[in-house]
């Protein structure tokens, strides 16, 4: 976890190429997500694999005492069906990924999906994401907490809705920072974010904030451009150092 004054980058990636900028580039977790697919779309199996032998391979490479980012990867826009979203979460896990992503998206049988996730969560970093456009209920936070889920991000299910600042505020968004760290959860804020948005979103304190539109040539659908990467994490220590400051 980073401290609450300086939130790390996490850089959603496409393909392999992706993850090698991002990694080369400073990212602190890198996201292996596929933005064609949907709000949270996956790799396949295959692609997952690889990624993960190439991460190895580049971490035992690694002098001691190095800097290394984590490696993260979404499970897909799943329906809330417990066995369905659990499958999808354990494919997933079941590649090696350390840091799994689960979307919880707006159903009455949210409660039930958290706790069939419960024995992944006992194995591996399980991380829940809640979606700013369909009025999220920070009474789950507790859930996921009991499950022994790692921590919790908001994001934006409908890219075309706006970015996540046009649905929650900043009091509603420390809000949920607040809340979360009560339950032990690590937090991240992440649905269509610009540079612009790092000023207001550092200041309530998230452990990191997510990118994938404002890194890439052609919106997030596009390429992965490493000047991009190298000014969002140039603006994260600005606005770091003048919090502490």
């Known amino acids: 976890m980073t401290g609450a004054s300086s939130p790390g ?55 001691p005492g190095a800097r290394r980012p984590m490696l993260s990867a979404t499970a897909g826009d799943q329906p809330m069906v417990p066995a369905l979203l659990r499958a999808a979460a354990e494919r997933v896990a079941g590649t090696g990924v350390p840091i799994v992503k689960v979307g919880l998206f707006a159903s009455k049988h949210t409660n039930e999906c958290i706790e069939a996730l419960a024995p992944l969560a006992g194995r591996c970093w399980v991380i829940g994401v809640l979606f700013a456009d369909q009025e999220p209920d920070f009474g789950t936070l507790a859930a996921l907490s009991r ?46 974010l610009i540079a612009e948005d790092i000023g207001v979103l550092t200041a309530v304190g998230p452990d990191y904030l997510g990118f994938r539109g404002a890194l890439c040539e052609g919106g997030r659908t ?9 000014d969002l994490r140039a603006r994260l220590k600005a606005h770091s150092g003048t919090a502490r400051g």
């Not at 890219?159 to 929650?168: E, I, V």
């Open 9 to 63: 980058l996490l850089a959603s990636v496409a393909d392999l190429r992706e993850m090698e900028l991002a990694r080369a580039g400073g990212a602190d977790i890198v996201d292996l997500k596929q933005p064609a697919f949907g709000a949270l779309g996956a790799w396949s199996s295959e692609a997952l694999t690889a990624a993960v032998m190439l991460w190895n391979a580049w971490d035992e490479q690694q002098a």
């Open 147 to 192: 499950a022994g889920f790692t921590g919790v991000m908001i994001d934006t299910a409908d890219k075309a809705s706006g970015r996540l600042t046009d649905h929650l505020d900043a009091l509603t968004l420390g809000q949920f920072i607040a809340e979360a760290r009560r339950h032990g959860l690590m937090t991240g804020l992440a649905g269509s």
């Open 222 to 230: 596009g390429r992965l451009d490493p000047a991009r990467l190298a």
